[in-house]
């Protein structure tokens, strides 16, 4: 396992105290925290580079460029994209998902297609889903992944994949369940009747090694915050020809080529779809993640992540009244672990772990079909990621126990 | 701990007042916290202008529950207009603990829930001039 006394003391907020306990934060699904590093390298960009981008020819101007350009080519290294210009930056996986709906989907599909989704997906990967399919006529279709089970997950899209079929819109981790969805597969089916894979990777990509190329999907997105960087930065990886095809859903200045009094021209790739002045701080910050997470590297990160899950729901299935909601075993999850506990509610529980200094999500985190389906309002939601360990996952249980003494 | 879990609230909690139904109520509505989908449903009788019953059901967290309870404690034989100008302050200062402003909103469903319903009711038993 990482030895995370040391890694914790590469994020000031760690050493914070909560309550007048260490915080234990396990609410990285929600957003990770940032090393000091990447801090830095924000502060540093503002101290001593800060200028606009693609604008002057003055020396911070070009510097500044050269760092946000230079990110792009980091980023489409990380995923194993062919070209930088594959790499679109964004505000986070929501912007992501509504280009990819907005600008691509809504001028390609139209009555009697079909746009296949789960109910494993965040809002930001239904709700445009929803607009989409109303305003081309197309139909919204959810299928029903087993929420305690990732066993089936390719025979039971198998089964509602049909030539009409024109989009696949999916999450390669759930936010809920942490279930991870064999997307590769999918691909595969996806490709074979002609349909758009579009992949929503934010909880994927801080937790496993993701290739676009391997993968082979149309579409992936993800959000920076989730993975040691800034929040406010995210990005959308897409087939170049697809990105092509893909019209902006932002217009204004960096987008353009030529604009006459009637008319305007956009752009290439990728500006064309980056109007305004982008987050430049957060993308220089987000740079700097990922060097950190390269020095640990991916695959460390899932080796640890696997070991403290199965210590951690190794414990929590012992504890009287609590169901763990998701697939059994750590192997089948990212760093994510939804429970309930009879007769608590999620936000008397959350209330109770604060009050240890313990960090949880507690709510319907942004998935209310799945809840509605499993007939609950809320869940507990506690996630790790790098610089989590065994007491952490033993503070948590201890804050579980006290919550039940005093709340039942 | 800095406890919200103070016992009147767990008093409350756990042996809520004016939980139920009521057979003819005046009035009645649902509301949910969209923030957790905890909801809330309250009925009122309200008679000569006055709250004459109230009872809530709620499937939500112990803050919720223990202020409907104290809230349709309070509000019993409170004219409308009363109800109508209860502040969310008293009722915190009622429940009694230091709240986080996430937790304000599970405190406010029940008060946000019973002011919504009697937004624009006139009672027919009462003339007005």
């Not at chain 1, 998902?97 to 079909?114: E, I, T």
């Not at chain 1, 929803?130 to 390719?154: F, K, M, N, R, W």
């Not at chain 2, 949910?32 to 809330?40: L, T, Y």
Request: with cysteine; glycine share 6%; charged share 20%.
């Amino acid at each position: 396992m990482l030895n995370t006394n040391i890694i914790k003391q590469d994020f000031k907020i760690l050493s914070k105290q909560i309550n007048g306990r260490d915080l234990v934060y396990l609410d990285n699904a929600a957003t990770s925290q940032k090393p000091n590093i990447v801090i830095e390298g924000i502060s540093r960009y503002y101290n001593e580079i800060n200028a606009n981008v693609h604008r002057g020819i003055h020396q911070l101007s070009e510097q500044a460029t050269d760092e946000y350009e230079s990110t792009r080519k980091t980023v489409s290294q990380f995923i194993g994209a062919t070209y930088p210009k594959e790499v679109i930056f964004t505000s986070g996986t929501t912007e992501s998902l509504n280009l990819v709906a907005f600008g691509w989907a809504m001028h390609n599909l139209k009555k009697g297609d079909v746009i296949l989704t789960t109910n494993l997906e965040h809002h930001s990967n239904f709700v445009p889903w929803q607009i989409v399919a109303g305003t081309t006529g197309a139909t919204l279709q959810t299928v029903a992944l087993d929420p305690y089970s990732s066993e089936h997950y390719l025979q039971s899209i198998k089964e509602k994949i049909t030539d009409r079929v024109k989009i696949v819109a999916i999450t390669h981790a759930s936010n809920v369940t942490g279930a991870i969805i064999p997307v590769k597969a999918i691909a595969k089916l996806t490709k074979s009747i002609g349909a758009i894979l579009v992949v929503d990777g934010a909880q994927a990509i801080p937790h496993l090694e993701v290739n676009v190329k391997r993968l082979d999907c149309d579409f992936y997105a993800f959000s920076a915050h989730k993975i040691l960087g800034p929040t406010g930065v995210g990005v959308l990886w897409g087939r170049p020809e697809l990105l092509e095809d893909t019209a902006p859903i932002k217009y204004g200045g960096g987008m353009i080529n030529e604009v006459t009094e009637h008319t305007t021209t956009w752009a290439d790739l990728p500006e064309k779809l980056e109007a305004g002045t982008p987050n430049i701080a957060g993308v220089v910050g987000f740079s700097e993640a990922l060097k950190y997470i390269k020095t640990i590297g991916m695959n460390i990160i899932r080796e640890h992540e696997v070991l403290l899950n199965d210590y951690a729901l190794k414990r929590l299935v012992k504890i009287d009244g609590l169901t763990i909601i998701g697939p059994p075993s750590a192997e089948e999850r990212t760093g994510v672990i939804s429970f309930i506990i009879d007769g608590i509610h999620p936000h008397d529980l959350a209330s109770v772990l604060n009050s240890e200094g313990v960090a949880v999500r507690s709510g319907h985190h942004c998935n209310m079909p799945l809840h509605t389906e499993l007939n609950i309002p809320a869940s507990t939601r506690a996630s790790f990621y790098l610089y989590n360990n065994h007491d952490d996952v033993d503070r948590l249980i201890d804050g579980i126990l006290k919550a039940i003494s005093i709340l039942k | 701990m800095q406890d919200i879990y103070r016992e009147q609230l767990m008093e409350h909690y756990k042996n809520p007042q004016n939980k139920g139904m009521i057979d003819d109520p005046t009035l009645q509505t649902d509301k949910k916290n969209p923030m957790c989908g905890d909801m809330i449903s309250l009925q009122v009788k309200i008679d000569d202008g006055k709250i004459k019953d109230i009872k809530f059901n709620a499937n939500a967290c112990a803050v919720t529950v223990a202020s409907a309870s104290i809230l349709t404690e309070e509000v019993i034989g409170k004219t409308i207009d009363e109800v109508k100008s209860f502040t969310k302050e008293r009722l915190l200062d009622l429940l009694g603990v230091e709240l986080t402003t996430s937790r304000i909103k599970c405190a406010v469903l029940a008060l946000e829930a019973l002011q919504e319903m009697l937004e624009g009711f006139s009672d027919p038993s009462v003339q007005e001039y």
